[in-house]
């Protein structure tokens, strides 16, 4: 996944795009993996069994923050 997402990361920057919402639906819960995870490249981090309120408002909130030139 991590490849996948800087191969698109880099798509964008080349095109000039505005970056793509990413969030990961993870097993592993826990600090170390959500900052591992922003460092990777994705926005947020959300480990499995995410109540689908909570991912819909995550992803509003990403998609809300976005900063489009």
């Given at each position: 996944?991590?490849?996948?997402?800087?191969?698109?990361?880099?798509?964008?920057?080349?095109?000039?795009l505005?970056?793509?919402?990413?969030?990961?639906?993870?097993?592993?819960?826990?600090e170390?993996?959500?900052?591992?995870?922003?460092?990777?490249?994705?926005?947020?981090?959300?480990?499995?069994?995410?109540?689908?309120?909570?991912?819909?408002?995550?992803?509003?909130?990403?998609?809300?923050?976005?900063?489009?030139?």
């Amino acid at each position: 996944m991590v490849y996948l997402l800087q191969r698109l990361r880099d798509h964008e920057i080349r095109g000039n795009l505005a970056p793509s919402v990413v969030i990961p639906l993870t097993g592993h819960d826990g600090e170390e993996y959500r900052l591992r995870s922003i460092g990777e490249g994705f926005q947020h981090f959300m480990p499995k069994h995410a109540h689908p309120d909570e991912l819909v408002s995550l992803i509003q909130d990403a998609l809300n923050a976005r900063v489009v030139t």
